[in-house]
């Protein structure tokens, strides 16, 4: 079956983003009930970049572009003020090789504040640098120097789960193509970016007899337990024609949850799993973190995660009005249990990230502070019978277990007075917004907050989750099916958009469903501890 072209945009698309949509066409076909096999790896002919480009680690002067070639080959990237590039800057990237699976991630310096980049990629033979690929196109916009220009991103999680996999027959995974014609300035995955424990079947039947068709490879016929399984998962998802051109337009902030590993997994944790061979999580997680290296746009630093000098925590700072806070709620955890300890210092952040937390955001200068959760604070998120998988473990009286631990973090927020703080979230496979005040809270040494969720983006969808009373949460708007699991062609896929004014500094927060129209919106105002 040829690849599903996009087709064509809503409206006018802007100059800035002039991307040319055929350089990230992928060449592997989507085969239904089949394998949708990786570009071949043959040393005759040309290089080629199949799989499309993507950029992260955006600031006012840099970005990270990466690549992953069919054999191996050296990066070359250029870029340019417009699409034109009549006068390129060349940059050589690194060379990629099978110890890399083949990708790359080359840092672009010097670029200029709020400006629209372009950029191409050009893979050359090692051996014999006249052989190249076809350039792969694609373009970024800088973080601005200035607060009057503003910021614009959207949000969501959940990809590839629970068997609902690429479609071909509803165009794949179309909501990447609607969030794409909303042009934002990057989008923040809040986790479970794959679904490593998630095998894709060719078919599945819906409950009103529909069938449901997917397309699948040897890596997602099963978990992932190997190092190759866990890239094969990343592979999956740039399959996806409406992820790669998404990709290519628009920059990604990626943190990771669970399903990167496994699902409701912990350090230290030992699997009865018996789809698992290997049963030691944390050398399933090591795995995950290097194949995460591989295939996301990360800093150095980052790219090392699961080592001593690694970690998936750090700050993007996006210009003078806007600091995102990536948490990691899942390498430094305890062990899942029902949560009522009444001392708890390791709790879901781990004593350490969380004295950097509170460091960086008393340092932080951004009129707003994303605290950016790969799981919610209020939403209680069971694990079995007994045990938590979150934070909150339904007990509406004072701070127990996890709890105490982001009771913590709230006091030091309001006697520092850090203002502008709100949490993001997804995980839960719908969409909400909870209004936190200390007036209904068992615990109220905080200041009111507010925690807005959204996702899946492509998985199942499931329930609204119970709230726990502990910080006092208010369901303000909730929009989610009646049954588990529904797919998406039965109920639709959620994510948010996070618009900050330049001139007021006002932000608004706008919760959207896949074809459907703006479901809830916030207006939060600059310049407070609590909203």
Not at 438 to 443: G, K, L, V
Request: proline share 8%.
């Amino acid at each position: 079956m040829s690849d599903l072209t996009p087709g064509p945009p809503l409206g006018p698309s802007p100059a800035r983003r002039s991307v040319l949509r055929g350089s990230v066409a992928v060449s592997a076909a989507l085969t239904l009930g089949g394998a949708a096999s990786a570009p071949a790896l043959a040393l005759s002919g040309r290089p080629r970049a199949g799989w499309g480009v993507q950029t992260g680690g955006v600031t006012a002067s840099s970005g990270l572009v990466w690549v992953r070639s069919d054999r191996p080959a050296r990066m070359l990237v250029e870029t340019s003020a417009d699409a034109s590039f009549r006068r390129p800057r060349r940059h050589f990237g690194p060379l990629l090789g099978a110890g890399g699976d083949f990708t790359g991630t080359h840092a672009l310096r010097g670029l200029p504040a709020g400006e629209q980049i372009h950029y191409r990629v050009t893979l050359a033979d090692p051996d014999d640098p006249r052989r190249t690929s076809e350039p792969v196109a694609g373009t970024f916009r800088t973080a601005p120097a200035r607060r009057r220009d503003g910021v614009r991103f959207l949000w969501s999680g959940d990809i590839a789960g629970q068997g609902w996999g690429i479609n071909p027959d509803i165009g794949g995974f179309r909501v990447y193509e609607e969030m794409r014609r909303l042009d934002p300035d990057f989008f923040l995955c809040s986790g479970d970016s794959i679904y490593a424990d998630g095998p894709i079947q060719p078919t599945v039947t819906l409950p009103d007899g529909r069938i449901w068709r997917n397309v699948t490879t040897p890596e997602k016929s099963k978990v992932a337990e190997t190092l190759d399984e866990y890239r094969g998962n990343f592979r999956y998802n740039l399959l996806d024609h409406n992820v790669r051109a998404f990709n290519a337009q628009v920059p990604s902030i990626v943190q990771w949850d669970d399903h990167e590993v496994r699902n409701n997994w912990y350090p230290g944790q030992i699997l009865d799993d018996p789809r698992y061979t290997e049963k030691d999580v944390d050398v399933l997680a090591a795995r995950a973190a290097r194949a995460f290296g591989e295939y996301v746009p990360l800093s150095p630093a980052t790219t090392r995660a699961g080592t001593a000098e690694g970690r998936m925590h750090r700050v993007v700072r996006h210009g003078p009005l806007l600091d995102v806070f990536v948490l990691d709620m899942r390498s430094y955890r305890n062990a899942n249990s029902p949560g009522r300890q009444a001392d708890d210092t390791t709790g879901i952040l781990g004593a350490e990230q969380l004295a950097w937390l509170k460091r960086e955001l008393s340092r932080s200068r951004a009129v707003w502070k994303v605290l950016a959760a790969d799981m919610p604070l209020g939403l209680v998120v069971p694990d079995g019978a007994t045990d938590i998988e979150a934070i909150a473990q339904g007990d509406p009286g004072a701070p127990l277990g996890r709890e105490l631990q982001i009771a913590e973090l709230l006091r030091f927020v309001k006697h520092r007075r850090i203002t502008g703080t709100l949490w993001l979230t997804a995980d839960v496979h719908h969409t909400s917004a909870q209004h936190y005040v200390p007036e209904r809270a068992a615990f109220q040494d905080f200041a009111p907050f507010w925690e807005f969720v959204s996702g899946p983006l492509a998985a199942g969808g499931f329930p609204a989750s119970r709230l726990d009373a502990t910080f006092g949460p208010e369901r303000v708007f909730v929009r989610a099916p009646e049954r588990a699991n529904l797919s998406p062609m039965e109920s639709p896929q959620y994510f948010g958009e996070v618009d900050i004014d330049g001139d007021s500094g006002e932000l608004t927060v706008r919760l959207r469903a896949e074809g459907e129209s703006v479901l809830f919106s916030k207006v939060l105002q600059p310049g407070r501890v609590g909203q």
